[in-house]
């Protein structure tokens, strides 16, 4: 079957490679119906090492179920299912939690030996604790965007705005235009924020984020994005920030402009090892910090139905579509600012 490798820093390939197989009892086999790129995975696209092996790429997925194991209870052959960027048993003491990426026994799609989701398909671990069955939708359906966004970019938005604890009557700024930052903005919105300030500096991103709920939109970085955010709110900054790009300078932002006593809330993959917390940024203001790898099982179920019936669109975030054979420039696109975010067909 056809998959997508990167063999280095901007070495994209589509390479044939053997078909999934049931190895345990609980997976599944799922055929790929949609999958897309993710802005976390321009990271390795930046700064990979050359290799000769290469690693299997995309974490987000709709699929079909092709074939399950002798213990799988829940899932049969020809479920349309949603995937969370990670895989979990659904049963350890994390997973009951709420915890899904800290299951003990699952880990993230991009692990040595796993395969990827910008593929034909996959074999899925613990399926059973993974997987979402979407019901009455059909493989053609117009929802598949909206509901590919569950997989990873939506749930993510939503589980910043949640560790935020954002709620009626909040200010909140969202730093980043990107997928998971515009649907922070519809995350925060839903969740009752009276104003909503998108820090981003491309128009076509911006005015979708005022689309799902930004009331202003701050285009300056740095200093002047820090003053003009203080401007916006009476001096005293943001109660709740979210983080959504994962680059130090958009951390030192959010500390910039959060309201003393308030929340700020990372989920842009961190792309830096050490973040100051001392007395200048977080702990002179008691600022609360917050935040961590989404755990998108933990919101499938609950934010589907508004997917269904047409009450949210988060699907407006893909503004191109790719053949699997396309995903190359797919990658080259996004990194160029030429697409926000792309979905792959098969």
Not at 13 to 35: K, S
Not at 248 to 266: F, H, K, M, N
Not at 301 to 315: C, F, I, K, R, S
Request: charged residues 20%.
């Amino acid at each position: 079957m056809k998959a997508t490798y990167m063999f280095g820093a901007g070495d994209v390939r589509v390479i044939e490679v053997p078909a999934p197989t049931l190895q345990e009892p609980t997976d599944a086999v799922v055929r790929i119906v949609r999958a897309c790129v993710c802005g976390s995975d321009l990271h390795p696209y930046h700064g990979m090492d050359a290799s000769t092996e290469g690693a299997s790429m995309g974490h987000e997925f709709i699929g079909v179920i092709e074939e399950t194991g002798s213990e799988v209870r829940s899932l049969t052959k020809g479920d349309l299912v949603i995937s969370p960027f990670s895989f979990s048993d659904g049963t350890c003491e994390f997973c009951q939690e709420g915890l899904f990426t800290s299951c003990i026994h699952g880990d993230f799609w991009d692990t040595p030996g796993m395969g990827g989701a910008q593929a034909e398909a996959i074999r899925v671990p613990y399926a059973d604790g993974t997987l979402v069955k979407v019901p009455g939708v059909s493989e053609d359906s117009p929802l598949l965007g909206s509901l590919l966004t569950l997989s990873d970019v939506y749930g993510t938005g939503w589980h910043a705005a949640a560790r935020a604890g954002v709620t009626h009557g909040d200010t909140v700024a969202v730093i980043g235009d990107g997928a998971v930052g515009l649907l922070a903005v519809l995350s925060a919105k839903q969740m009752g924020a009276e104003q909503i300030i998108l820090m981003g500096r491309h128009q076509s991103r911006t005015d979708l984020g005022r689309d799902f709920g930004a009331t202003d939109v701050v285009a300056e970085r740095g200093d002047e994005g820090i003053a003009k955010v203080r401007e916006l709110t009476g001096g005293r900054g943001a109660t709740k920030v979210l983080e959504a790009v994962g680059h130090l300078p958009a951390y030192e932002q959010a500390y910039g402009i959060v309201r003393p006593g308030g929340v700020i809330s990372r989920v842009g993959v961190p792309q830096y090892e050490e973040a100051p917390i001392g007395f200048g940024s977080l702990f002179g203001a008691n600022v609360s910090l917050t935040g961590g790898p989404a755990p998108v099982r933990a919101y499938i179920e609950d934010l589907m139905p508004a997917v269904l019936d047409g009450t949210v669109n988060p699907g407006r975030v893909f503004d191109r579509t790719v053949s699997l054979d396309d995903v190359p420039d797919a990658y080259r696109a996004m990194d160029n600012r030429e697409a926000l975010k792309i979905m792959v067909t098969p």
